[in-house]
């Protein structure tokens, strides 16, 4: 402070030395073209890949619907991830407005991080199916004896009503999973113009691995016999893109990890019931690197056990009408206080009422 004048700082030169590194940076890289390709604008095919990238990028930040979410506003609607059994949606996102209806039966929400004020809260959400951005992004997928269920990195339960399905996107996943590992490997390689004499070969890895048991479905056998041919470029993006939009019907629960214990203890239990020695280390019944086979199931479940939580469905027979459900504890409990039974299946004749 000089004379009640208050004395700026004397310029050092910074500023003027950043507006030349900027025109040296603009001249130098301008017209390069990675530059270029990236101010162009992004045709649809490219944007939809881009989603795939992203979205399979945030796994496991995986958020899905509560099945009860149409019923209610945007504010109640409530989502289950592997981090917080319960989030909402912040007010600030673009897809607050419609998150009662903006998912399909297939699909949730690949999300960025979760806010935790006075309630955790998700930001920064791209809506995708559920089923490829799981099977393409999972680091280990359980699966039951018949096939008909999934379970991947022990918090995420897909059950298939036919085991054709579950085999069609095991397949489909593993024959992108592997090309897109190829593929990434070679730009690696190019970028630097050296390979890395650590690096195994991925079928040198799982060569190693023992072959399933004979009671596996063929298709599984087959998958882990064989190397599938890579896809490369436009055929990869095609195949991709497929996938992407694939339905098939199939239900899905979070599971806790006392949960993911009872089904791995029930799949123990199956396994030493058929006879496959050895099955108590998991890399006896490994398919693929990221594959199991026969690990989980839901025959044998204890509904009684501790392990088991109230909220958890699972396949239920009925012993008097003889139907199966995937029903919770307080499911059952209300099918058999008013369940009378299959009238036709006891007395042979018409039945004039069906359990529900």
């Not at 000089?2 to 050092?12: A, C, H, I, S, T």
């Not at 149409?70 to 996102?93: G, I, W, Y």
């Not at 929400?109 to 089923?131: D, E, M, N």
């Not at 501790?306 to 009408?321: E, G």
């Amino acid at each position: 402070r000089d004379g009640g004048k208050v004395r700026l700082p004397q310029n050092d030169g910074l500023a003027e030395r950043m507006r030349k590194r900027n025109l040296e940076f603009e001249l130098r890289y301008g017209a390069h073209g990675h530059t270029a390709r990236a101010m162009e604008k992004l045709s649809e095919r490219q944007e939809e890949l881009l989603r795939v990238v992203v979205s399979c990028g945030m796994y496991p930040n995986l958020a899905l619907p509560h099945e009860k979410n149409k019923e209610r506003a945007a504010s109640d609607c409530v989502f289950h991830t592997r981090q917080v059994p319960f989030v909402n949606l912040h007010p600030s996102s673009s897809m607050f407005a419609e998150a009662a209806t903006a998912l399909s039966p297939w699909e949730g929400f690949a999300f960025g991080s979760i806010l935790q004020t006075h309630l955790p809260f998700l930001l920064h959400v791209t809506r995708c199916p559920v089923l490829p951005v799981v099977l393409l992004g999972a680091a280990v997928v359980d699966t039951s004896p018949d096939c008909r269920m999934l379970i991947a990195d022990e918090w995420l339960q897909l059950t298939f009503e036919d085991a054709e399905d579950c085999l069609d996107a095991l397949e489909q996943a593993y024959l992108l999973r592997i090309s897109i590992q190829r593929s990434l490997d070679d730009q690696v390689a190019q970028l630097f113009e050296a390979d890395c004499e650590d690096d195994v070969e991925g079928e040198f890895a799982e060569a190693t691995l023992p072959k399933p048991p004979p009671s596996a479905p063929l298709r599984l056998r087959q998958l882990a016999r064989r190397s599938p041919k890579r896809c490369r470029g436009a055929d990869l993006e095609a195949r991709m893109l497929s996938f992407w939009h694939w339905k098939v019907a199939f239900k899905w629960q979070t599971l806790m990890p006392n949960e993911y214990a009872a089904y791995k203890k029930a799949g123990e239990g199956q396994r030493s019931d058929a006879g496959l020695a050895g099955a108590k280390a998991d890399s006896s019944v490994v398919i693929k690197c990221w594959l199991r086979y026969g690990t989980v199931s839901e025959v044998g479940l204890d509904l009684a056990s501790s392990l088991m939580s109230d909220h958890l469905a699972v396949a239920w027979k009925c012993p008097r009408c003889r139907h199966t459900f995937r029903f919770t504890r307080g499911d059952i409990a209300k099918h058999q206080s008013e369940c009378i039974g299959d009238r036709e299946l006891a007395t042979g004749g018409p039945s004039s009422s069906r359990a529900p």
